[in-house]
């Protein structure tokens, strides 16, 4: 891609030890494409048991990359003290998760620790496809007197779904950005996707819609991650990727056939979802009705 313009945020899933997150960084500010450092320092699984994050420690690592390199950091905040401790380590950009955009109550609760603050702050989708709960979230945020605020298109969790590890549903960032057209639209694939081979299709496809930015997790040996190592990339992948995007010049109506196609090819893997389901019942209630007939030694002709 010739034009950077567009924000570019990335880094590991987790911070793992300073010496990961550092040499990460290094690899990352050498590629020359990075605006802000990326690193879980929080990280609540969705069973228990998993690595859930190096807590506040991990900030003074994430606050050592940034001397070390000079890229500013971002990390997730889920309560007002993630709010308060990230501030107390100088990171640029905090966002709000999508299993934190889903509850107003805690929205809430990050809002009330940014006020009087001038925190850089986007906002995930929420995990179900609810843009009112979007709205609310940043609503929420807006009213805290934060006025740089982005958002964050990382999908959807959606019943059915096979194809991604969580639906696109383009229709619904895309009127967040009508609905919102001064407020930065970032693209999150690696979420999305959860397949680091289908990372650079998912942001390409952002970018021909018009997004301002992507968020791609990067680690220095993706395949020893402690979490979600299938979606994440060597920043070496991630330069090589990058520059090999395209931006493309959309009108509007363009753009809004693509939408329109989206949403109906979104219908068709539903409905074929559907319908591999019912067949799949079917075929179970057939097993059922010939051990039925088998146990009650019935043959046949009685049916």
């Not at 994050?53 to 390199?69: D, F, I, Q, R, Y």
């Not at 979600?228 to 753009?255: C, R």
Request: glycine share 8%; aromatic share 8%.
């Amino acid at each position: 891609m010739n034009d950077n313009k567009k924000i570019l945020i990335s880094g590991p899933c987790s911070a793992e030890t300073e010496k990961q997150l550092i040499d990460t960084a290094v690899q990352l500010k050498n590629t020359g494409l990075v605006d802000y450092l990326r690193a879980g320092i929080w990280k609540p699984r969705t069973n228990p048991g998993g690595y859930e994050g190096a807590g506040v420690k991990g900030l003074s690592w994430l606050l050592n990359a940034k001397k070390e390199t000079g890229l500013k950091t971002a990390t997730e905040v889920a309560t007002g003290k993630h709010v308060e401790d990230s501030l107390n380590f100088e990171v640029d950009l905090l966002w709000i998760g999508a299993r934190t955009s889903v509850n107003p109550f805690s929205v809430q609760h990050v809002a009330d620790a940014l006020k009087g603050t001038n925190a850089v702050v986007y906002i995930k989708n929420p995990v179900n496809p609810d843009i009112k709960l979007w709205i609310g979230a940043l609503e929420r945020i807006q009213k805290a007197g934060i006025t740089n605020v982005g958002l964050i298109h990382r999908g959807f969790s959606f019943y059915g779904n096979t194809e991604f590890r969580n639906a696109p549903l383009w229709q619904i960032p895309i009127e967040m950005k009508r609905l919102f057209p001064e407020i930065p639209m970032i693209c999150d694939p690696s979420h999305i996707t959860g397949d680091r081979s289908r990372i650079f299709e998912i942001s390409q496809k952002s970018l021909d819609l018009d997004y301002d930015g992507l968020i791609i997790e990067s680690h220095i040996s993706p395949d020893d991650a402690w979490t979600d190592k299938a979606q994440q990339i060597t920043p070496q992948q991630l330069k090589v990727g990058y520059e090999n995007l395209v931006l493309k010049s959309k009108s509007t109506d363009i753009l809004d056939f693509q939408l329109q196609l989206d949403e109906l090819r979104q219908q068709i893997n539903f409905h074929d979802d559907e319908l591999l389901s019912l067949i799949r019942s079917r075929m179970n209630i057939a097993e059922k009705i010939g051990e039925l007939k088998k146990n009650n030694q019935v043959g046949m002709k009685f049916f």
